[in-house]
């Protein structure tokens, strides 16, 4: 067994709260490990305003990368299935 202690991401799932309606729907597809490029065309934006969505994510849960976010998003799907799902998403 390693030492490593293994995340529980309760501070970041906490925040989740504070992401847009818009943001959390990046951040379900985020958790389903889609790209930039294929969240713009199913949100229909533009790549630009996902990465400023991500950026803005990564910046409310105070977490250091798209992973790190992905990460919470499994765990608040998990948490949470009909909360965040691509069936929410598809909008």
Do not use: C
């Amino acid at each position: 067994m390693s030492d490593t202690p293994v995340p529980s991401w309760s501070r970041e799932l906490e925040r989740v709260s504070l992401l847009s309606a818009r943001e959390a729907q990046t951040f379900a597809l985020l958790g389903a490990g889609w790209s930039n490029r294929r969240i713009a065309l199913r949100l229909q934006v533009t790549e630009r305003t996902v990465k400023a969505h991500v950026a803005s994510i990564l910046a409310k849960l105070q977490v250091e990368s798209r992973l790190q976010a992905g990460l919470v998003a499994l765990s608040y799907r998990h948490l949470y299935q009909s909360t965040v799902s691509e069936r929410n998403v598809a909008g």
